[in-house]
């Protein structure tokens, strides 16, 4: 199992940035295809963005492509997500997660949880 620690959220006014950090440790691998998602009050979790093993492939929700950009460093063992362009309705508990590939998430690793909140 990967254990996976999200940092980076807070409070940010519409239009800023912030960017999420997640640290994996345990049974690290670069075979690991990571992804964020969010879960605002009331909803159900989503797929906000994935990025695969080497880093080549990335993958964005609809709604915050163009805006967010994932990346990872395996040297840290970290996956990063830059938010720009904030608006109200990216508030949400943000979760990183860790799989064998993009089919997996629901049984692979998943971190805590760290809370964005865009204020207007």
């Known amino acids: 199992q990967v254990q996976l620690v999200e940092s980076g959220g807070g409070l940010v006014q519409t239009g800023g940035s912030l960017r999420l950090s997640c640290a994996a440790s345990?049974?690290?691998?670069?075979?690991?295809?990571m992804g964020w998602f969010r879960q605002a009050p009331g909803k159900e979790r989503e797929f906000v963005s994935a990025?695969?093993?080497?880093?080549?492939?990335?993958y964005y929700a609809d709604s915050v492509k163009g805006r967010f950009t994932i990346s990872r460093d395996n040297a840290k063992n970290t996956v990063y997500l830059q938010m720009n362009s904030l608006k109200p309705e990216d508030t949400a508990v943000y979760y990183c997660?860790?799989?064998?590939?993009?089919?997996?998430?629901?049984?692979?690793?998943w971190g805590q949880g760290t809370q964005v909140t865009v204020s207007s």
């Open positions: 345990g049974r690290t691998s670069l075979y690991y295809t």
């Open positions: 997660a860790a799989a064998t590939n993009r089919a997996t998430f629901q049984s692979g690793s």
């Open positions: 990025i695969s093993w080497g880093g080549s492939s990335t």
